[in-house]
């Protein structure tokens, strides 16, 4: 979901940064009057949870493969800003030292992944959790629900925004500039393997680790 | 986030997550050995330039143009003299985990700490 640097014209990847900004703006404010420094260690954590849990390939067989993001779980345990923060850090290292991502892109990669993926599901799972218990059934299940939207979600504005390059950006002679895969094929392409794979991926973490703090460590949740 | 009286189990939690990220870390090549082993290529619309012009049979003008302005220190995951074949790759992801855990953590932590210094009193 991640993507490079070339499948975005100017247009596109410009109104991304601009479409992330404000939220970054925004939780660095919020985090500004609530962080505390002994909280620090678990922002870190959250982002070198993003990173590594992205490094973990699924394959679709003879296919292609797609990956967690961790967006809901560490929203749920550390709150939806700290996360944007986390998840956001997490992409740009990404991109900066691995290519993995473009630089251009990182405006939409962020907006995918880390805006939308974290207040999806967030929302998800405060909606679905209401005020069971914390180390209740329903609290995984909400979490693994909220997970699995949140991902494909993600997906689904990725898809669209690789697949109206053909129609936004084309030479005078009409062959296109950039992704050159149109919206008819982008989107049933990554939302379905979204739907069908990945999607379940990020659910199963989300829930498994949900649950071990529930088991282990319920303050966590709380 | 919502835990602040727990200065006497924080340091063991803290702890305990770092040594299970760590353990993903070094889990990491399975990220690259098992798509291998389901003959999976990568990630649909991450292609680089050789795999478009297969594709699509071309490549299209802008997307040459933005694709190599960034040369990433270590593209795809890779280290220098990493070796050949899977286990070439395998330690090159390893290494670039353990990398990527640092440099995000580092970076994570560093800001937090910026962030909760400048509070404002309002």
């Known amino acids: 979901m991640h993507i490079p640097d070339g499948y975005l014209g100017p247009l596109t990847y410009g109104t991304m940064y601009a479409a992330a900004l404000p939220f970054w703006a925004a939780a660095s404010w919020k985090l500004n009057r609530t962080l505390k420094a002994k909280q620090a260690p678990f922002l870190a954590i959250g982002a070198a949870f993003s990173f590594v849990i992205m490094m973990f390939n699924i394959p679709i067989i003879g296919g292609t493969t797609g990956h967690a993001t961790g967006a809901t779980l560490i929203a749920i345990l550390i709150g939806p800003w700290a996360a944007l923060i986390a998840v956001s850090v997490a992409l740009i290292i990404q991109a900066i030292l691995f290519g993995d991502g473009g630089i251009t892109a990182i405006g939409a990669n962020c907006f995918n992944m880390a805006v939308a993926g974290v207040f999806v599901g967030y929302a998800m799972y405060r909606m679905i959790a209401g005020d069971a218990a914390v180390t209740s059934r329903r609290r995984w299940i909400a979490a693994a629900v909220a997970a699995y939207v949140s991902l494909n979600v993600s997906a689904l504005i990725t898809a669209v925004q690789l697949g109206l390059q053909p129609i936004l950006e084309r030479a005078p002679d009409g062959q296109p500039l950039y992704s050159p895969f149109p919206l008819s094929i982008a989107v049933p392409t990554m939302a379905l393997e979204h739907l069908l794979l990945f999607g379940f991926v990020e659910a199963a973490v989300t829930a498994l680790v949900i649950k071990y703090f529930q088991k282990n460590d319920p303050e966590m949740l709380s | ?122």
């Open chain 2, 1 to 122: 986030m919502r835990n602040e009286q727990r200065q006497s189990t924080g340091m063991s939690t803290v702890r305990k997550l770092w040594i299970g990220i760590g353990i993903l870390a070094l889990l990491s090549p399975l990220g690259v050995i098992v798509p291998k082993w389901f003959g999976a290529e990568g990630a649909w619309g991450e292609w680089g330039l050789d795999e478009i012009e297969k594709i699509t049979g071309f490549v299209p003008a802008g997307m040459k143009r933005l694709a190599e302005r960034w040369k990433a220190p270590l593209p795809d995951y890779a280290v220098p003299g990493q070796g050949r074949g899977l286990a070439g790759e395998s330690l090159g992801y390893v290494l670039t985990g353990i990398i990527g855990v640092a440099f995000a953590g580092g970076a994570m932590y560093i800001l937090a700490k910026l962030l909760a210094r400048r509070k404002k009193s309002d």
